[in-house]
């Protein structure tokens, strides 16, 4: 396992073929700045120390301490009210559906909190003590070993239980790439969104980026920055009081005139009209 790498290297056998421990590695498991988002992947969150509140779908829920939640792929949340201390244990996945049928999946229980063991909770703490303080040997090995089993005791709890087969089902590329993609958007701070930046994350040339957004997606950057952007807007001027100048900023218009512009362009309103609109909705 590498912490500048896109994904685990090591698969939970063909079950689940994709592990993502980004955050785990390199975030600020004591607190949870993040802007509301969704992703191609399931992500497990486990509240250690502290409480929050997490918005799924406009629906909230608390966690807290010995609490945990797995939000179901493409459901847009953001978390918020997170309390110090706090400390979270986040990694996020992909099943194989020829390991699981699609009717298996949606009985698992997704974007509602329930509680995990004493042993997930001492597995998580000595995991995250290994990744700060490795003893050298094995190190790795160690923390795979963790992670699997975090996963596979977290998601026993939600009623999925894991047969393992001998043989690794290697996630798709496309898949891989659209992971990247959708975390990019999500998590990368508005002035590093840019194609560059982008291109590098999926080792492409700025116009084979161009073309992978129209294969996956089928739009440019520029629109795929764009609807990011104004959902993010959309969610904003809907569940907060923030002046229609700091929406503007926070998603990534220095110029509010330019903000105006591209809502009234993508919505066909303005965003006053919108927030009055759905204000008195």
Not at 71 to 85: G, K, L, T
Request: charged share 20%.
């Amino acid at each position: 396992m590498k912490s500048d790498s896109n994904n685990w290297d090591a698969s939970l056998s063909g079950a689940i073929p994709y592990v993502e421990c980004n955050e785990l590695f390199r975030g600020n498991l004591h607190a949870w700045n993040a802007q509301r988002h969704n992703n191609a992947c399931y992500e497990l969150h486990i509240i250690l120390e502290g409480c929050c509140a997490l918005d799924i779908e406009s629906d909230y829920i608390s966690l807290h301490a010995g609490q945990a939640v797995l939000i179901a792929p493409m459901c847009y949340h953001v978390p918020s009210q997170v309390s110090q201390p706090f400390l979270r244990f986040p990694v996020c996945f992909l099943f194989d559906e020829s390991s699981f049928p699609q009717k298996c999946l949606l009985s698992l229980e997704t974007n509602s909190p329930f509680g995990i063991t004493p042993e997930i909770d001492l597995l998580c703490r000595s995991t995250l003590h290994e990744i700060l303080s490795p003893d050298g040997i094995f190190s790795n090995e160690l923390i795979s070993s963790a992670i699997s089993q975090i996963l596979i005791r977290s998601l026993r709890i939600l009623g999925l239980n894991i047969s393992i087969d001998k043989h690794t089902i290697p996630v798709s590329y496309r898949s891989k790439e659209r992971l990247i993609i959708d975390n990019f958007f999500a998590t990368t701070p508005p002035e590093q969104r840019n194609q560059k930046n982008l291109a590098q994350l999926l080792h492409c040339s700025q116009r084979q980026l161009v073309r992978k957004l129209y294969d996956l997606y089928g739009v440019s950057f520029r629109q795929k920055l764009m609807d990011t952007r104004i959902d993010l807007a959309q969610y904003l001027l809907c569940k907060t009081s923030k002046s229609i100048g700091e929406i503007s900023m926070l998603v990534g218009y220095s110029d509010s005139a330019a903000f105006y512009r591209a809502f009234r362009g993508q919505l066909g309103t303005t965003p006053s009209e919108y927030r009055k609109k759905h204000s008195k909705q």
